[in-house]
């Protein structure tokens, strides 16, 4: 390799003052984010383009990335939304039936900077122990310049934390997908409308599989804009930043639940779902991602493993039922928890037709272990729509 071709220097500097040394990956330049880690040995091309990681410098754990190359078919999302990507031993050249270009190329393609040779895991075990934190990527010019200022511009950049990001990250416009583009022979059975706050491609794709018309909504719709489509169902979808300030989202939600529309939220949607019942959220040490995550489903006893991105968490009580501090909504519980650390992993309604889970069952490239949860979404709806037509008949009856 000659000279003019060889990689840059890069630099990955972290706030606590802890400087990786490696050199560039993708693009050459400066990028601040987060640095948050990724256990997955797979999916690094769903991983880069799933929306939920705006802002964040993803460290992937395992060793050797992109010996898959890249293809269209794969993206979860129209572009890479990572701020940056570190990786020990880049692929030299991709080796698939299905690549269609190399990640290296991809990446320089979206000016997406990264930095490879540097031990991945070395810095998992790091952010592990100091949790997620303030970080930035210099290559070229940039890593020459005194570590003592790059450490201060990584400093100087907003927290996670009261980032409000959704609205970023969402689609534009208003679009359907319908389940005779997905191999659904037949009439849809229902009608959803899925507010996008970041959501993979894959989500809705699971549900037009399964009979299910999707309206996929811009984060800023109404429920007033929402409700004109008379749907069946509300789903609200996984996405970056923190919770706390959706308030929009979260006044969204409780306007369905208070119409007695059923309700089915994942990750982001989650953490919604608790903030409409009452309850508070809080940062993770180092959040959950990767798509090994063990959960247990406590309805049924039984151990998912699942894949996760998120950073933040619902605050509420473990054990039992109790009543929702919006007293409105009546009891929920605990449905599902994090088997390492005990996390809030799902939530379930116990008088009003709503449940949600902290992971993404649609996981794309899997594992599939939680793909039920679509199903179970469509029997609350099927069952809510027989209720309210009894009681309909009920009043007509009696007139």
Not at 11 to 34: N, Q
Not at 197 to 205: D, E, I, Q, V
Not at 288 to 308: A, C, F, L, W, Y
């Amino acid at each position: 390799m000659s000279e003019a071709s060889m990689p840059a220097q890069a630099l990955l500097v972290l706030e606590d003052g802890r400087i990786f040394r490696g050199t560039s990956y993708g693009a050459e330049g400066t990028t601040l984010g987060e640095a948050v880690f990724t256990t997955g040995m797979t999916g690094y091309q769903e991983t880069l383009t799933d929306p939920s990681y705006a802002r964040q410098l993803i460290v992937q754990t395992a060793p050797h990335i992109g010996n898959t190359g890249v293809n269209q078919a794969d993206n979860e999302s129209t572009r890479i939304w990572a701020a940056g990507y570190v990786v020990r031993d880049a692929a030299r050249r991709p080796s698939n039936w299905r690549s269609e270009g190399t990640l290296d190329d991809e990446l320089r393609a979206q000016g997406i900077v990264g930095i490879q040779g540097v031990d991945t895991r070395a810095i998992t075990r790091h952010l592990r122990e100091r949790g997620a934190m303030k970080a930035g990527i210099f290559s070229g010019a940039g890593a020459s310049r005194p570590e003592a200022e790059l450490l201060a511009e990584v400093a100087k950049q907003p927290s996670m934390e009261g980032l409000q990001l959704a609205e970023e990250v969402s689609v534009a416009e208003r679009y359907a997908v319908e389940p005779a583009e997905h191999g659904w022979d037949g009439e849809p059975l229902f009608t959803i409308v899925a507010l996008d706050l970041g959501m993979k491609s894959m989500t809705p794709h699971r549900f037009a599989e399964r009979g299910v018309r999707v309206h996929v909504l811009p984060a800023a719709t109404t429920f007033e804009e929402a409700q004109a489509l008379n749907p069946d169902g509300v789903f609200l979808s996984n996405g970056p930043g923190d919770p706390a300030t959706a308030d929009r989202q979260v006044g969204f939600v409780r306007s369905f639940l208070e119409a007695g529309v059923p309700y089915f939220g994942i990750c982001f949607g989650n953490q919604i779902l608790g903030r409409a019942l009452g309850f508070g959220t809080y940062k993770l040490r180092y959040g959950h991602r990767g798509m090994n995550q063990p959960v247990m489903d406590r309805s049924t006893g039984k151990v998912e493993i699942t894949s996760q991105n998120h950073g933040f968490a619902v605050d509420a009580p473990l054990d039992g039922a109790t009543r929702a501090p919006e007293d409105r909504f009546g009891r929920v519980e605990v449905s599902h928890i994090s088997l390492n650390d005990q996390v809030v992993e799902g939530l379930s309604c116990l008088d009003i037709p709503a449940f949600s889970v902290q992971y993404h069952p649609e996981a794309a490239a899997g594992p599939h272990d939680a793909a039920y949860l679509f199903d179970r979404f469509i029997a609350l709806m099927g069952r809510n729509k027989k209720s309210t037509a009894a009681t309909q008949n009920e009043t007509e009856e009696s007139k």
